[in-house]
C-alpha cells in the first residue's frame, strides 16, 4: 500500500473555502478510479491506486478488492488550490443504496460520474433521484470517453431528457473512443498520464463545434442573471469573472448542471472537474443555514452554519474498528467540537463523551484535538449514537432530519456451525445491523432460526463474507427467502373478541370490538382509537394497540408479517376488578387475527425492476424468459450497440438470474435489478404456497 501523508496543512481554513462533495453513480461508471484521480493529483497520495491491482485507497475493504466494486462509502479530506475538498466516495450498487442515502444527506454537492458509452442508466436515476430529495447541487463527469461506443452529446442528452436535468456543456471533447485526447488541453502519453500541453489552437476540424457550444454556454448563463441577459442581448462582451459568478449562483441553486467530460483511467481532464469543485459547487457558507426542530418548543428552528453558532452535528454512519472500537461519523453544520468534551444525543436524550476526534482517509486516521463547522470527521466515545441522530449543545437542542433508508426485500437463515460460534453469533449480527440501516435480524422462535434480512442477494453474502473474514466465525446459510407479505383485500367490520381466564383469586378480562379495512400498498400498519364514553379505559388502550402490533408480525396464511392494513378500535368493555393490560392485549391481538381472517387475507410480493442489456440477437429469448418468470415487460431501447429490456419481474422467480442470462446469452448479457414495489400474489400461485 502507498505510504499515507499526513496532512499538515491549516484545517481552520475559511468557511467559503470548504467543498463536502460525494462522488456518486451507477456501477462500473468510474467513481472510485475519478476519486483515486483525485487524491493523486491533489498529492494526497502518491501513487494512483488502481482496482485491478486492489490498491486503492477508497476500497479498503478486502471483500471490495477482490470483487472491484464500492461496499462502503469512504472518506477522505485533501486540498486543491487551497481550498479544502472532503470527499465521500460512494457505492454503485444497488443492495448498498444506504450508502448512498446517509452520505447524500450530509454532503453539500455532488460529482455524479456517467460512462459515455451506456449513458444514463439505472443507478444513474437513482442516485440522481436521491440527490434531488436532498437538494444537493451538483456536476456532471462524462467518464470513459474513449471507451469504444463512446457518445458525449447522446449522453448530455440522456441528462437532459431521463432526469429533468438543465445541462451546460463546459468542456467539448476532441476525438472520442481511442482516438480521444482531450479538451483544450491535450493529455499527453507519458507514463503516469500526468502532464498536458496546453493549447490555443483548437483543431480545424471542431473549430465550429467548440464555438457553437462556447455561444451557447453564454448564452445559458446568460439567462440566470438580468444584467448579463442584457450584455448578451445587446452584443457586448461578457468576462470569464461574471460568467463563473453567474454561472456558480445558478449550479448552487440549482437551476443548472455544469458538464465534463474525460476519461479517469487515462488520466486525462481529471483536473478541470477539481477546479469545477472548487468555483461552483457550494460551500457551507452558500447553503448559509439549517433547518430543524426544537425537541421542548416543537417549533422550526435555525443554525447558521458558521463556528460561532452553538455546535450541531448530525451522525450519519456508524463503523465499528477493530483497532478504536465505535467511530461515529458526524457532519459538524455548525460550531466547535473539542475532543474530551460532551454533547448531546437530542434523539436519545442522552449525554455522550467525545474522547478522540478523527480525520479519516478511508481506513486510516489522523487524530485531532478540534473540529469546526463544515467539516465531517469520526469521533470515538459515543456508545448510543445511532444513524441519523442529532447531536447538539444540551442547552440548544435541536432534531435536524433524518434519514429514511428502504425496507430488506430478501432474507436467509443463519446458524452457527459451533457452540462457540453460537455465542459470538448474536454479537456480530448485531454489530452488523449498527453499522448497516437497511440490514435486519430476528429469531423465528417456533424453528429457533435467525433470520437476517437486506436488500439482495450481493448485500447478505458481503456480510456473511465479513462475519467469516472480520469475526472469525463458522456459519452456514440457507436458501435466500424472498420477503413475502400479508395483508387484506376487503373490510371487516365489528369483529369483537373477548378474553376471560378465570383462576384462583383474580381472572382475566379483555374485551374489545375492531375494524379493519385495507390501504395503499406501502402504507403499513394505522391503529385508530375510536372508543367513546369510556367503554374501554384510557390507560387500557395502548396494551390493545401493543397486541394488535405484535399479531401483525405474523399473518393468519403463511405467518409472513401483515401489512397496508387500518386497524380502528370502535368498542368493548372492562371489569373492575379482572381487567389487566395483558388481558387486553391478548384481546388485540386475537381480534387482529380473527378479522384478518374475515377480511379476505393475500399475500403480497417484492417487484423488481429488471434491466436486461444484451445484443439485439438475443433479444427474443431474454423477453421469453422474463415473461416464463410472471414478468411485465414496460419496453425495449436500443442503447450503443445493444437493446436494453426494462421489466417489473416478481423477486422471486430471479434467484440465480445472473448465472440463466448468462447462458441465455453466450455471457454478453448483464442485468440490473432494485426493489420496485410489492404486488399481490396470484391465487394459483398462493395456492400451490399453501400446499407446500
Given at each position: ?5 499526513v ?11 470548504i ?60 486540498f ?26 450530509v ?8 460512462d ?38 447522446a ?38 498520464g ?110 447558521a452554519?458558521?463556528q ?46 467525545v ?11 489522523e487524530?485531532?484535538?478540534?473540529a ?39 432474507s ?26 437497511t ?27 465479513r ?39 383474580h ?91 374475515q377480511?379476505?387475507p ?43 429490456i ?36 396470484p ?10
Amino acid at each position: 500500500m502507498a505510504q499515507q501523508p499526513v496532512v499538515t496543512k491549516n484545517r481552520d481554513v475559511p468557511l467559503d473555502k470548504i467543498r463536502n462533495i460525494g462522488v456518486i453513480a451507477h456501477i462500473d461508471s468510474g467513481k472510485t478510479t475519478t476519486s483515486e484521480r483525485f487524491l493523486f493529483y491533489t498529492g494526497k497520495t502518491y501513487k494512483i491506486g488502481d482496482i485491478d491491482d486492489g490498491d486503492t485507497q477508497l476500497d479498503w475493504m478486502p471483500q471490495e478488492r477482490e470483487r472491484g466494486i464500492t461496499i462502503v462509502s469512504a472518506a477522505t479530506t485533501t486540498f486543491w488550490n487551497d481550498y479544502r475538498i472532503n470527499i465521500i466516495d460512494t457505492p454503485g450498487h444497488v443492495d448498498f443504496t444506504a450508502e448512498v442515502e446517509r452520505s447524500l444527506r450530509v454532503l453539500d454537492g455532488g460529482v455524479v460520474v456517467f460512462d459515455a458509452e451506456e449513458g444514463v442508466q439505472s443507478q444513474s436515476e437513482t442516485v440522481w433521484r436521491q440527490a434531488d430529495k436532498y437538494k444537493v447541487p451538483r456536476i456532471c463527469f462524462i467518464n470513459k470517453m474513449d471507451k469504444l461506443g463512446a457518445d458525449f452529446e447522446a449522453t448530455v442528452e440522456e441528462i437532459k431528457e431521463r432526469l429533468g436535468a438543465n445541462p451546460i456543456i463546459m468542456t467539448v471533447p476532441i476525438g472520442k473512443e481511442s482516438e480521444f485526447k482531450g479538451k483544450a488541453k491535450i493529455w499527453d502519453q507519458d507514463t503516469q498520464g500526468v502532464k498536458y500541453t496546453t493549447t490555443d489552437e483548437i483543431p480545424a476540424d471542431i473549430k465550429d463545434k467548440v464555438t457553437k457550444a462556447r455561444s451557447k454556454m453564454v448564452e445559458q448563463i446568460a439567462e440566470h442573471d438580468d444584467s448579463l441577459l442584457n450584455k448578451y442581448l445587446n452584443g457586448e462582451e461578457i468576462t470569464v469573472e461574471e460568467l463563473k459568478a453567474t454561472l456558480r449562483k445558478a449550479t448552487v441553486a440549482y437551476k443548472i448542471v455544469p458538464v465534463y467530460c474525460g476519461t479517469s483511467l487515462r488520466n486525462k481532464a481529471v483536473q478541470p472537474v477539481l477546479d469545477a469543485i472548487v468555483d461552483f459547487l457550494p460551500s457551507p457558507l452558500d447553503l448559509k443555514e439549517i433547518t430543524g426542530i426544537n425537541p421542548l418548543t416543537k417549533l422550526e428552528e435555525k443554525r447558521a452554519l458558521n463556528q460561532q453558532e452553538t455546535f450541531t452535528g448530525l451522525s450519519f454512519k456508524i463503523q465499528l474498528d477493530p483497532h478504536v472500537g465505535k467511530l461515529t461519523y458526524v457532519r459538524i453544520y455548525s460550531g466547535v467540537l473539542e475532543s474530551g468534551s460532551y454533547v448531546y444525543n437530542v434523539n436519545r436524550n442522552k449525554q455522550e463523551r467525545v474522547s478522540r476526534i478523527l480525520l479519516m482517509h478511508a481506513n486510516n486516521r489522523e487524530e485531532i484535538d478540534k473540529a469546526y463547522a463544515g467539516e465531517i470527521i469520526a469521533v470515538v466515545g459515543p456508545k448510543d449514537s445511532k444513524t441519523g441522530d442529532t447531536l447538539s449543545d444540551q442547552d440548544h437542542p435541536i432534531i435536524l432530519e433524518q434519514i429514511t433508508f428502504p425496507e430488506p426485500v430478501i432474507s436467509l437463515a443463519i446458524e452457527p456451525t459451533t457452540k462457540a460460534d453460537q455465542e459470538k453469533l448474536s454479537y456480530a449480527l448485531q454489530r452488523l445491523a449498527e453499522e448497516d440501516p437497511t440490514f435486519r435480524v430476528k429469531v423465528n422462535h417456533e424453528t429457533n432460526q435467525t433470520i437476517m434480512s437486506g436488500m439482495g442477494e450481493l448485500h447478505l453474502e458481503i456480510l456473511v463474507d465479513r462475519m467469516k473474514t472480520e469475526m472469525g466465525m463458522n456459519v452456514t446459510v440457507g436458501k435466500p427467502q424472498v420477503a413475502y407479505k400479508e395483508t387484506i383485500t376487503k373490510p371487516a367490520v365489528d369483529v369483537e373478541v373477548k378474553y376471560i381466564k378465570q383462576t384462583g383469586g383474580h381472572g382475566q378480562y379483555g374485551h374489545c370490538v375492531i375494524n379493519v379495512e385495507p390501504l395503499a400498498r406501502g402504507e403499513g400498519v394505522k391503529f385508530v382509537n375510536k372508543i367513546k364514553g369510556g367503554s374501554i379505559p384510557s390507560e387500557f388502550i395502548p396494551s390493545v394497540e401493543k397486541g394488535v402490533m405484535e399479531a401483525t408480525e405474523k399473518g393468519v396464511l403463511l405467518g409472513y408479517p401483515i401489512t397496508d392494513i387500518q386497524v380502528t378500535l370502535v368498542d368493548g368493555s372492562y371489569h373492575d376488578v379482572d381487567s389487566s393490560d395483558i388481558a387486553f392485549k391478548i384481546a388485540g391481538s386475537m381480534a387482529l387475527h380473527e378479522a384478518v381472517k374475515q377480511a379476505g387475507p393475500t399475500l403480497v410480493e417484492p417487484i423488481m425492476k429488471l434491466e436486461v442489456t444484451i445484443p439485439e440477437a438475443f433479444m427474443g429469448v431474454a423477453i421469453g424468459d422474463i415473461s416464463s418468470k410472471r414478468g411485465k415487460i414496460l419496453g425495449t431501447e436500443k442503447r450503443s450497440r445493444a437493446v436494453v429490456i426494462k421489466s417489473h419481474v416478481p423477486l422471486s422467480e430471479l434467484s440465480g438470474y445472473a448465472t440463466i442470462i448468462r447462458s441465455l446469452t453466450e455471457g454478453r448479457g448483464v442485468f440490473y435489478m432494485e426493489p420496485s414495489h410489492y404486488e399481490e400474489v396470484p391465487k394459483n400461485v398462493i395456492a400451490l404456497m399453501l400446499k407446500k
